[in-house]
Each structure stands twice: as C-alpha cells, then as structure tokens.
C-alpha cells in the first residue's frame, strides 16, 4: 500500500490548516505544511524498487543522492513561490539529513541548505523570524501526525519514523486516541473543529504489479 509523498503532506496541511491557534504568517506557514514534500512528485511518479528489500523504496530508505537532488529541485520551486515557506522547508530537510542522514551528499544538502536558510533569513521581518521555530515545529507536528495515520493500519497506534518520541509543540505533547477505526481525537484537542481527510493510495503486488488505487478515509473529532 503506497501514498505518495506529496498526498501525504497535503493530508499534514489539512491538520495544520484546522489548528486552533493560527501560525503567524498565517499562508506562508500553512503553505509550507502542506507543500513540504513537493519535492517527491518527481520521484513518486513511478514506483522505484528496492532489490535488496524486495520491496518499494521508502522516504526512509531512498538513495540519498536522488533524495537530495530531488529536495534540491523542489525548495529551489518553493523559492520562486513564497521565500518564507522555503526557509521552514529546509529547515525541516536539514534537521532529518542532520539526524539521519551518514551519506556525503546528504552532509553537503544539509550545509547548503543552512545557507540558504541565513539568506533567506537575511530577508525576513521581526515577527517572521520570532516565529520561525514555532512554526517550524507545526510542520513536524503535522508532518507526524498525517505519517501515523498514512503508515499505521486504522486503529493502531505505533509512532513513525522521524517521530518515535510521539509529537510535542512548544513542550505540550499530543497523544493520538483512536476512537474506532476510522475517528481519530488528539488528547488536549487542538482543533477548531470536526473534520475529514482523505488521502489517496495505490496497491502493487510483491511482482511489482499494480493492483488498485483507493482512498484512506478518516473523520477527526475534537471530543
């Protein structure tokens, strides 16, 4: 069962875009959440196969010189559209090469995009820059959040990779609560309101046959 990178993160925005407490700057930092991983949509356009797994490569085990000449590709698109929702962007891409990353090339991504990051910086308001850390936890929050549900069949209940720990912002931790199957709570509650995701998926056989596509349905509540 496959979900593009791209769906996923749109799935990240829709949680992000229903937070009670607004991000400042509101469409900057909701558009960062929600187009994060646009770098994949190159990549995801077809399925690559990992031999030694006998599996589909995942965000995990993709070789790190296509990983970051594709991430490369789409902050450098995500500049063009909105400077600040770049910078959070690699922000969040250095943090995960820094943390996970062993290869040359991951190491010579996460020290450009720390350049990049100051000249974008270099650029930013007061109130841009005081929120930059805030927002950027948003992102990884969401980020987790739209990965647990993706990764995990409905129901259970196991943190995803980069997010064992579970998911904190400004050092209040969310726990998931699964109500049934398909409703989903956080413990506090921080959403304005009910809502529904979907998110698209394909199937593909263990002899690389595509199988089907369908739809990941889930309701959020607040209660």
Not at 60 to 70: F, L, N
Not at 146 to 151: A, E, I, T
Not at 195 to 207: M, N, Q, R, S, W
């Amino acid at each position: 069962m496959l979900v593009k990178q791209h769906d996923h993160a749109l799935a990240s925005g829709e949680f992000a875009r229903r937070w009670a407490t607004e991000p400042r700057p509101l469409e900057s930092t909701l558009y960062a959440i929600a187009y994060h991983d646009v770098a994949w949509q190159g990549p995801d356009a077809s399925v690559r196969w990992n031999e030694e797994t006998g599996r589909p490569y995942s965000f995990v085990d993709y070789p790190p010189e296509a990983k970051v000449r594709a991430y490369a590709e789409g902050l450098a698109w995500l500049e063009e559209m909105d400077p600040y929702a770049t910078c959070l962007c690699s922000m969040h891409y250095e943090t995960l090469m820094r943390r996970f990353g062993s290869s040359e090339a991951e190491e010579g991504f996460a020290e450009a995009e720390s350049r990049r990051q100051q000249r974008l910086r270099a650029e930013m308001s007061g109130e841009e820059l005081e929120n930059l850390g805030h927002n950027l936890g948003l992102l990884r929050l969401c980020d987790g959040l739209s990965l647990y549900v993706c990764l995990n069949e409905p129901g259970d209940g196991e943190y995803p990779p980069p997010y064992p720990g579970g998911f904190k912002l400004s050092g209040e931790r969310f726990e998931p609560v699964w109500e049934d199957r398909r409703v989903l709570r956080l413990e506090p509650n921080p959403f304005s309101g009910a809502f529904d995701l979907e998110i698209p998926y394909a199937t593909v056989g263990k002899d690389r046959r595509p199988l089907g596509s369908g739809l990941l349905e889930l309701r959020v509540v607040t209660s």
